[in-house]
């Protein structure tokens, strides 16, 4: 490490999207420590596929040990912020000071888009388990009619074209949070086509358990040997109110940051990705512009006024690229082009985009490892 980035530590607590781009960008120019639980980088938006395709079983884990060449990645976890020290706590008993601390540690998400357990060996059980309860299933059952339930229920009569597969959305049409009314249709289309019933305007309980205890809003059952629930995430930042910080989120439990992303009242404290209060929608593209605008910031901070460097604030994008695959073959992607609102794309190109690879040369080539 260079002699010049002594006095110019950046601590990132979290190694998602986010968290990754930002120490990738601020590696030449600061001390890095990127801390995370994880033993690798889990690449979420191949997790669904995992879920159901042996052959995706591993695609998700990518090590974090090409990702920096100066800085470092720091497997622990924190549990505390000491903001006048200017140092990070960590579970681990060991301290981690900072210049400028980032926090990066992104959302909660429900099985099987989750790293379960903390190390590739067991994060891969959870979808060698998953795969074969969906592969042994006669019934399957997706609760979520966003993206993610969208991606699960194809992905599902793939893996298993003789079971009966439902997806219930309490929407009145599919992706109605995220997407369009053209990407809804064409999702509809493509499922009811290759025989998944989806039951619109229906609003699943649960009486504390699966299968036959769901029920819909007028009380039938709706029973599936499988179960899957894609209706939302949580913010990951309990242990912030834990560490006494719960003055610094917002009654959802976001982050609330400035137009700069730093929290609010907290010139050197940063805080990106799905964690923040920033209203825009939480999609990995919206991860990486983060990272990329906070290292901006980050450096100018650091490099003060000497160096002309000025902060920009952070513009929420109205409408960000993105697809939602029907299995490796198909899907629907959302285009934003100058001077119209977006621009909806079909199969052809979302398996260029995202169906057939699911991003994984892209990440690869973030985290640094070769794609060749």
Known sequence: MASTTASRRV???????AGV????????????????????????????????????????????????????????????????????????????????????????????????GRTVG????????????????????????????????AELRRANPGATVTLAHSGSRLLSRIGTGRMGRRARAWLEAHDVRVLLDTFVSSAGGVGSRLRDQAGSPLGADVVFWTTG???????????????????????????????????????????NDVAEAKLSPTALAQ?????????????????????????????????????PGGGTTLLPVLGRDALVLGNRATVRFKSRSLMLPTVQGLLGRSTE
């Open 11 to 17: 601590v990132i607590i979290g190694g998602g999207y």
């Open 21 to 116: 781009r930002l120490a990738r960008d601020l590696d030449r120019h600061a001390d890095v420590t990127l801390i995370d639980l994880k033993e690798t980088f889990f690449h979420r938006i191949a997790s669904l596929r995992a879920s159901a395709d042996a052959d995706w079983t591993y695609a998700p884990f990518i090590p974090y040990d090409a990702l920096l060449e100066h800085g470092r990645v720091l497997r622990d976890k924190a549990v505390g912020i000491e903001t006048a020290e200017r140092r990070v706590v960590l579970a681990s008993g060991g301290i981690a000071p900072y210049d400028v601390l980032v926090l990066a540690t992104g959302a909660d998400y429900q099985e099987p888009a989750r790293f379960t």
């Open 122 to 153: 067991e994060a891969a059980a959870s979808f060698l388990g998953h795969q074969r309860r969906v592969g042994g299933a006669r019934s399957l059952l997706v609760i979520g009619g966003g993206p993610s339930g969208v991606e699960l229920s």
């Open 233 to 275: 995430t949580t913010p990951n930042t309990l242990w912030l109110r834990l560490a006494g910080r719960g003055g610094w989120l917002d009654a959802s439990g976001h982050v609330r940051v400035d137009a700069h992303l730093r929290v609010l009242g907290q010139r050197d404290v940063f805080a990106i990705g799905d964690v």
């Open 291 to 327: 990272g990329q605008a906070a290292a901006h910031n980050i450096r100018a901070q650091l490099d003060g006024v000497r160096h002309g460097a000025r902060p920009r604030p952070y513009r929420p994008a109205p409408v960000r690229a993105f697809s939602v695959p029907f299995g």
